[in-house]
């Protein structure tokens, strides 16, 4: 299967509360790729899909609150991407319940790909926003 899935240290965006959300994101995410081999009817594989994503639904919501509470200006933005993921993560899971062509392999490319990519383009800016926000002399 793929290499190993950790988490690193350059994928901190310095809040410490969504970095751990992430950290464990990560963690079903190594937990899948020890167990995708066993196969997709495995009850493990099948459990922690269930609970990657409903992990993943509990830190979007997490993380949004967040960003109000921070005023983030792209609010609004992020919060699409939030649903475009899981929309999209829903049409592979159906397809992989249909055998439609779509591999555990690919459920693994597109997580990884996903998180790895969302972490380190999207979430750092909220990092960012937050070291302004609290580093501002003037709060409003």
Do not use: C
């Not at 591999?103 to 997580?111: K, P, Q, R, S």
């Amino acid at each position: 299967m793929s290499d190993q899935i950790v988490w690193k240290d350059e994928y901190k965006i310095g809040v410490a509360k969504i970095d751990n959300q992430h950290r464990k994101l990560f963690d079903y995410l190594e937990r899948l790729r020890l167990f995708l081999p066993r196969g997709l009817q495995n009850p493990v594989v099948g459990s922690t899909i269930k609970d990657l994503v409903d992990y993943t639904q509990f830190h979007f919501k997490e993380e949004e609150k967040f960003m109000r509470q921070i005023d983030f200006v792209d609010l609004e933005k992020h919060s699409e991407l939030h649903k475009d993921l899981l929309k999209e993560l829903a049409d592979i899971l159906r397809r992989l319940k249909r055998d439609d062509n779509y591999t555990g392999l690919d459920l693994m490319a597109f997580l990884r790909h996903w998180i790895v990519d969302h972490v380190i383009r999207e979430d750092v800016r909220i990092g960012k926003a937050y070291e302004e926000a609290t580093s501002s002399p003037t709060s409003s």
